[in-house]
């Protein structure tokens, strides 16, 4: 049976009176060979434990439950719970949860689910909630890779080099967290609805150990997020009007010199260990001070 094609989509939406719901993200892959891409980056066996996020109608959790050992499906959208649950009927290893994936215990949810065993998180993700969701599965220590449709423009920042144009916050954020990688870009003829915007695959792979050694976490994401609060400044300006940093512009200049660094410099110039060194200084400067 037709289950990915664009006239499958309209067909069983219809079938239940619905309408896809912009306001959720509802974009349903309608190209099998994007599909395939996706399945064959999680590099899915029969132990996997996958968690997917919105779920749809299933099409991509058709492939992953033919794949992996056992797949929890969160979707938010309760209208399209009958045809999600019909096309999913024919497996026994998918568990659907009807909630927001935001609000979800994924601690609990895991133990519920996969016992103590590591999770791979695979989505077609709704793209009004990408970065938070990111951010969630990135906290988590059990979840080893993450495989996501997201909006093209997101996944350059993700895996972007210091120095370049993309670059930022975020891409620190990941990098601390996680080796990104980028699968493939999917265009917008690709979905139905078509999005405004091409898409991409990345793959995430969770690190054991960040890439760096800092002396206090929260100092150093507040140090990455002061750093591009003010794209258009220096560092020394963004950082030493930093709020949450409690610092000044004489007092970063002077760390910035001590590490050889130049006082002119922007953030997206500088790299995770420079970001790395530079919060260590800090943080040592304000222990001796304070
Ligand atoms: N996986 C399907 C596919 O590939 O065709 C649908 C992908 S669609 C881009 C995003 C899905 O996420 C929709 O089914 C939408 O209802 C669901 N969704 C939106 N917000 C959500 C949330 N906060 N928690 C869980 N699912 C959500």
């Known amino acids: 049976m037709d289950f990915s094609s664009k006239k499958a989509v309209q067909r069983q939406l219809a079938g239940e009176g619905l309408r896809p719901k912009k306001g959720l993200g509802q974009n349903f892959l309608t190209d099998e060979s994007v599909l395939f891409d996706i399945v064959s980056a999680a590099e899915l066996t029969k132990d996997s434990c996958v968690l997917e996020i919105g779920p749809g109608m299933g099409v991509l959790t058709r492939e992953l439950a033919k794949k992996a050992g056992s797949v929890v499906a969160v ?23 009807n909630q927001d994936i935001l609000k979800v215990d994924l601690d609990k949810l895991f133990d519920d689910h996969f016992g103590d065993r590591s999770v791979k998180v695979i989505a077609n993700l709704p793209y009004y909630i990408t970065t938070p969701i990111i951010m969630k599965l990135l906290e988590h220590h059990r979840i080893t890779s993450i495989v996501v449709m997201i909006q093209r423009e997101v996944a350059r920042r993700l895996s972007a080099k210091a120095g370049s144009k993309d670059f930022g916050a975020i891409t620190l954020a990941v990098d601390y967290r996680a080796v ?15 999005p405004k915007v091409w898409s991409s695959v990345i793959r ?19 140090l990455v997020k002061g750093a591009f609060s003010q794209r258009r400044k220096t560092f020394v300006n963004s950082v030493g009007s930093y709020g ?12 910035l010199e001590k590490l050889n660094i130049p006082e002119t410099i922007r953030g997206e110039a500088l790299d995770i260990e420079a970001y790395a060194k530079i919060s260590n200084e800090m943080v040592k400067m304000q222990k001796q001070s304070g």
Do not use: C, G, Q, W
């Open 180 to 194: 990104a990688e980028p699968v493939r870009d999917v265009p917008p003829e690709a979905f139905m609805p078509a």
């Open 244 to 255: 949450a940093l409690e610092t000044n512009k004489e007092a970063v200049k002077a760390i």
């Open 75 to 97: 979707e938010l959208d309760t209208t399209i719970l009958p045809v999600l649950e019909k096309n999913l009927s024919e497996f026994n290893n998918v568990t659907i949860i």
């Open 204 to 222: 995430l792979s969770l690190r054991e150990e960040p890439p760096v050694t800092v002396l206090n976490e929260k100092h150093f994401f507040d």
